[in-house]
């Protein structure tokens, strides 16, 4: 857990190289801690590293199968690579455990135009844009729109 934190701590200072290395550190003691997992993935795809960074989100989602912060993480590294049906599955997935994130449908949305499947997408921005906690869900901060996943990071 402390590997965790270090790692962490030093993503949010700026010091990519230092929460690698911690969190790798973190996953050689404990190579089931889907936050290790999550938070590598994380830190994979804001360096340019998006297949690696899959790689871990899925990883952390089959020791977590039931955590949605991970599963849109993982949908967002997707969207990230423009692996859109990809997008489409986790994003699924993470909405039948947490029905309740606007952020998801409108990604949801974004996707399946991506793919097409326009007779989808109304339904699925009417349901962002009616979920009742639409406006405390959308992230406004500063390097939210570059960084897919925002607020849901897993960090602990």
């Known amino acids: 857990e402390a590997h965790l934190a270090l790692g962490v701590l030093r993503m949010?200072?700026?010091?990519?190289?230092?929460?690698e290395k911690a969190l790798r550190q973190g996953l050689v003691l404990d190579s089931t801690s889907h936050e290790i997992l999550a938070n590598l993935g994380a830190l994979m795809m804001t360096t340019g590293r998006g297949v690696?960074?899959?790689?871990?989100?899925?990883?952390?989602?089959?020791?977590?199968p039931d955590d949605?912060?991970?599963r849109f993480n993982l949908a967002m590294a997707h969207r990230a690579l423009k692996?859109?049906?990809a997008v489409c599955i986790e994003l699924e997935s993470?909405?039948?455990i947490d029905?309740?994130?606007?952020r998801a449908r409108f990604e949801y949305g974004v996707?399946?135009?991506?793919?097409?499947?326009?007779?989808e997408v109304f339904m699925a921005y009417r349901a962002a844009a009616t979920t009742s906690d639409w406006l405390d869900q959308s992230d406004t901060s500063p390097g939210s729109c570059g960084t897919p996943w925002g607020s849901h990071r897993i960090a602990a």
Request: hydrophobic share 45%; charged share 30%; net charge positive.
């Open 99 to 102: 029905a309740d994130r606007p």
């Open 94 to 96: 993470m909405m039948k």
């Open 52 to 64: 690696e960074g899959v790689q871990f989100l899925q990883r952390a989602c089959k020791v977590a």
């Open 111 to 119: 996707a399946v135009a991506e793919l097409g499947r326009f007779t």
């Open 12 to 19: 949010r200072r700026g010091d990519p190289a230092g929460a």
């Open 68 to 70: 949605a912060d991970v």
């Open 83 to 85: 692996e859109w049906s």
